[in-house]
């Protein structure tokens, strides 16, 4: 456990201790500005103005954190401005994030803002709101709302509860009764022959002959 100084009229942190165990915690009511960095855990409960470099994350419901967040593991139940580069992540009901999400496999029942990428999976859970500049994964379920734009690889699946509006760009998409798609519709493969296309025409295209003197 990280020990803290603190100020006793404020409550705010004015010098933090090196950690005597691999978890470091910051109770409710503490407000800390610097950075962590380390292989153990940190669980947020009370205020960090920082960056967090560790192997695993917890932002409680009375957390909040404003930096950058870089961990195998996270979980937020709290306020989260910055961004985040992870394995997995989850977060929940009064969680709210706002920035740039990178990810491997995200579970999302509260808030995301911003733009959000994720290697393999997203899940938008029916608590789950999220409004994005762009998503993307390889599989995404929606039974929550979604309104940005979204790209799918592979699949996206909207269930029953779920709502997408927006920009579409898919492979394949599945969509059960009662699920709500709004906005224009491209598929994936379209998008990379359209790509190759144009670097086809710069590769083609003529080159200005020198002029002599």
């Known amino acids: 456990m990280a020990l803290f100084k603190s100020n006793q009229k404020s409550g705010n942190v004015t010098k933090v201790v090196e950690p005597t165990s691999n978890?470091?915690?910051?109770?409710?009511?503490?407000?800390?500005?610097?950075n962590f960095k380390g292989t153990g855990s940190v669980q947020i409960e009370g205020t960090l103005h920082g960056n967090i470099t560790v192997n695993s994350v917890v932002i409680g419901e009375s957390g909040v954190v404003n930096?950058?967040?870089?961990?195998?593991?996270i979980v937020i139940n709290g306020k989260l401005n910055g961004s985040i580069i992870c394995d997995s992540l989850e977060i929940?009901?009064?969680g709210h994030v706002s920035n740039t999400i990178k990810v491997k496999?995200?579970?999302?029942?509260?808030k995301a803002e911003g733009e959000i990428n994720?290697?393999?999976?997203?899940s938008?859970?029916?608590e789950g709101k999220v409004k994005a500049s762009q998503m993307r994964s390889k599989k995404i379920t929606v039974n929550g709302s979604f309104l940005g734009n979204v790209t799918a690889s592979e699949l996206l699946e909207i269930g029953e509860n779920g709502s997408v509006e927006g920009e579409i760009t898919v492979k394949n998409i599945k969509t059960h009764e009662g699920g709500k798609l709004v906005g224009s519709m491209h598929?994936?493969?379209?998008?990379?022959e359209e790509i190759k296309k144009e670097e086809i025409k710069k590769e083609e295209s003529p080159k200005t002959p020198k002029t002599s003197k």
Do not use: P, R, W
């Open 118 to 122: 994720a290697e393999e999976e997203i």
């Open 105 to 110: 496999k995200i579970i999302i029942s509260g």
């Open 187 to 192: 598929t994936y493969q379209e998008i990379k």
């Open 23 to 34: 978890a470091t915690f910051v109770s409710q009511g503490l407000e800390v500005t610097g």
């Open 124 to 126: 938008i859970m029916k």
């Open 67 to 73: 930096g950058i967040i870089d961990a195998k593991y």
């Open 92 to 94: 929940m009901q009064n």
